[in-house]
């Protein structure tokens, strides 16, 4: 029993040095080896211990005297601190009086200082968008640099600077009253720079290649819609001239694209108001193009009829090619019949002729009175769109819905400027067809007054 509890013990000793890692992992042959084995382990694990108990107390010597030196450090700032302090508060003293004896000596110049610096802040304004400085830029630079000087305590602007600030004032009223040419790189709507020689008109306008331009954030360039025809004709007149006067126009409202020319390069074109009509517009075209073309036609054809009546009447024989050759040939193929049996057969030749002559009366009539209730028809539905966009996005806009109603209205100019010409040609071919018509009865009426005499 007492072997077999020996060699128990032995075993759980055995597995709790194997456990712990501190024995060597060769295994004990008997009780005196393993003694000697945990011996030896507590005495590595004893040596290990001491070597970190001395190297905490050296970090710990360490950390403390790392604290001595921060604690040295920040009593060292705050003395440093409290002298940049009380130097401060000299120094604000100082500067304090020193400004007191500035503003006690400047005395009036200080309000001489104010009004120039609001001439400068109004002339740097102006000159920001002037299109002089399209021909000398770089103006502002120097009324920034005067404007501060005079709002700094600790400069002041030189004599030179003040008169330059007159002399800007001077040369921008001047250069107002000039018409020069300078050259100067222009970007055109498709964004390539091109060098070309500009024609500034005073503080109004520029000009180039007979376009007119526009000055915005330093950059010049051309707009991308122009003016009619007649104000660039007279823009190319100015950029060639060299003397005398040239008619041109300028927009006094604005040297960048004023509202006069604004007003005039977004008002539509001709094209553009056609197109604003829509498919009713269209429609109004169409039947218009029609009844000119078919007035013209039957216009011409009543024309070369009436000359061959004309000559007809003129003639002894009659010919076939004209009605009244036709109504003649009928009279003369019954010379024996009696007065109202010819009658009714020159008018039965008559009937056969004037469905020929009076062709397209009736649809020209239809077209002039049918092309204004066109108009009025896309007036109405304009009308109703725009009033719809109204009622969605309201009226805040007043452009967006005078710009609506006046599309609505274009129909109605379609429909007028179709029917009062289709009104003139009908009137003109009805009166063709009439005078050969009146003809054909009158020679009739002859025929049938010589066969009763004969009779």
Do not use: C
Not at 141 to 154: G, P, Q, V, W
Not at 189 to 196: R, S
Not at 398 to 418: E, F, H, N, Q, W
């Amino acid at each position: 029993m007492k072997l077999t509890f020996a060699k128990h013990l032995a075993a759980a000793v055995v597995a709790s040095v194997f456990t712990t890692g501190a024995i060597a992992q060769e295994k004990a042959a008997t009780l005196d080896e393993l003694l000697n084995m945990v011996k030896q382990d507590k005495l590595v694990e004893s040596k290990e211990h001491q070597a970190r108990e001395a190297e905490f107390r050296r970090d710990k010597n360490k950390q403390a005297d790392e604290l001595r030196r921060a604690q040295n450090t920040k009593a060292e700032e705050e003395a440093r601190s409290e002298r940049l302090e009380n130097k401060y508060d000299e120094q604000d003293l100082a500067v304090q009086d020193k400004r007191k004896q500035l503003q006690d000596r400047l005395g009036s110049l200080k309000e001489l200082f104010g009004h120039l610096t609001s001439t400068a802040g109004d002339l740097r304004t102006n000159i920001e968008t002037s299109i002089v400085s399209a021909q000398y830029p770089g103006r502002t630079d120097f009324l920034e640099e005067l404007i501060d000087k005079m709002n700094s305590n600790t400069k002041l602007p030189k004599i030179e600077e003040i008169e330059r600030l007159w002399y800007e004032l001077q040369r921008e009223t001047i250069e107002g009253g000039k018409v020069v040419k300078f050259p100067a790189t222009v970007i055109s709507p498709e964004g390539e720079a091109q060098a070309t020689e500009v024609v500034r008109i005073g503080t109004f306008n520029l000009l180039a290649d007979g376009r007119y331009l526009e000055f915005k954030g330093g950059r010049i360039s051309e707009l991308p819609r122009q003016p009619a025809g007649r104000y660039l004709s007279g823009a190319a007149d100015l950029a060639t001239a060299t003397s005398g006067f040239t008619k041109v126009g300028i927009d006094p409202t604005g040297p960048s694209g004023g509202s006069y020319l604004a007003a005039l390069i977004g008002s539509p074109n001709l094209v553009e108001r056609w197109h604003q009509g829509g498919v009713v517009g269209y429609i109004i075209s169409a039947v218009g193009v029609f009844a000119m073309l078919l007035g013209i036609y039957r216009l011409i054809v009543l024309s070369a009829v009436s000359s061959k009546v004309t000559s007809q009447l003129k003639s002894q024989t009659a010919n076939t090619n004209n009605p009244l050759g036709r109504v003649l040939k009928v009279a003369e193929g019954n010379p024996s019949l009696d007065t109202e049996s010819l009658e009714l057969k020159l008018e039965e030749a008559v009937l056969k002729e004037k469905p020929a002559i009076e062709s397209g009366l009736n649809l020209l009539k239809i077209i002039s009175a049918v092309a204004p209730l066109l108009g009025l028809l896309g007036t109405v539905t304009g009308m109703i769109v725009t009033f719809q966009a109204i009622t969605i996005f309201g009226a805040g806009d007043p452009k967006a819905m005078a710009g609506g109603i006046s599309g609505a209205l274009v129909t109605t100019v379609l429909g007028l400027v179709v029917a009062i010409p289709t009104v003139l040609m009908h009137t003109v071919v009805n009166g063709r067809a009439k005078r050969i018509l009146h003809v054909l009865e009158e020679q009739t009426a002859g025929i049938i007054a010589e066969n009763a005499e004969r009779k």
